[in-house]
T-cell receptor
Framework: RKEVEQDPGPFNVPEGATVAFNCTYS??????FFWYRQDCRKEPKLLMS???SGNEDGRFTAQLNRASQYISLLIRDSKLSDSATYLC????????????FGTGTRLKVLA | EAGVVQSPRYKIIEKKQPVAFWCNPI?????LYWYLQNLGQGPELLIR????????DSQLPKDRFSAERLKGVDSTLKIQPAELGDSAVYLC??????????????FGEGSRLTVL
């Protein structure tokens, strides 16, 4: 079982739709969580950090549920430019200070 | 501010040949990472440096892969000899991490390796 699991998708949604991605992590010692965005053939870039109960940035909302060990990303009013792969990342400060990436969820926003 | 710089961007080699990738992290970032990314997968850590010390190389296939970070700045990742399965994107990232606090990872554009 992978330490960070995501549904690979693809999620095909129309412009203006609301879409949500979930991510589960298995290491209960994970302390911090992030969503990275990766465009096709580009490097990952930080979209949002999720440090406590959640975080909101414009149309994007990330939620953390420590009891169930999952985080989510909600995108409201989807834009064509939101089409990308969204990578869930868990950070564990114990031992090796490791960032563990999920496989990513592909989103395609359709006109 | 300059970002993480990697070279070469693309490399095509025949199997059994050696290849090397170079990374220059963001100035002042003490932590440097090399990740491997296969198509449709997330990045997987190969090695992490704190300054010039390799503190996590447990996922580095040491029979053919080697890395160094001289003077705690630039880093080189080498594969010798390359195998067909090594075809992937090799990503370098850096961060400025205070102990216990997860800083943002900044990635370079990656080095795309094709082994024929």
């Amino acid at each position: 079982r992978k330490e960070v699991e995501q549904d690979p998708g693809p999620f095909n949604v129309p412009e203006g739709a609301t879409v949500a991605f979930n991510c589960t992590y298995s290491n209960s010692a994970s302390q911090s969580f992030f969503w990275y965005r990766q465009d096709c053939r580009k490097e990952p870039k930080l979209l949002m950090s999720v440090y406590s109960s959640g975080n909101e940035d414009g149309r994007f909302t990330a939620q953390l549920n420590r009891a169930s060990q999952y985080i989510s990303l909600l995108i409201r009013d989807s834009k064509l430019s939101d089409s990308a792969t969204y990578l869930c990342v868990a950070y564990s400060p114990s031992g090796t200070y490791k960032y563990i990436f999920g496989t990513g969820t592909r989103l395609k926003v359709l006109a | 501010e300059a970002g993480v710089v990697q070279s070469p961007r693309y490399k095509i080699i025949e199997k059994k040949q050696p290849v090397a990738f170079w990374c220059n992290p963001i100035s002042g970032h003490n932590t440097l990472y090399w990740y491997l990314q296969n198509l449709g997968q997330g990045p997987e850590l190969l090695i992490r440096y704190e300054n010039e010390e390799a503190v996590d190389d447990s996922q580095l296939p040491k029979d053919r892969f080697s890395a160094e970070r001289l003077k705690g700045v630039d880093s080189t990742l080498k594969i010798q000899p390359a195998e067909l399965g090594d075809s992937a994107v090799y990503l370098c990232a850096s961060s400025s991490r205070d102990r216990g606090y997860a800083g943002e990872l900044f990635f370079g554009e990656g080095s795309r390796l094709t082994v024929l």
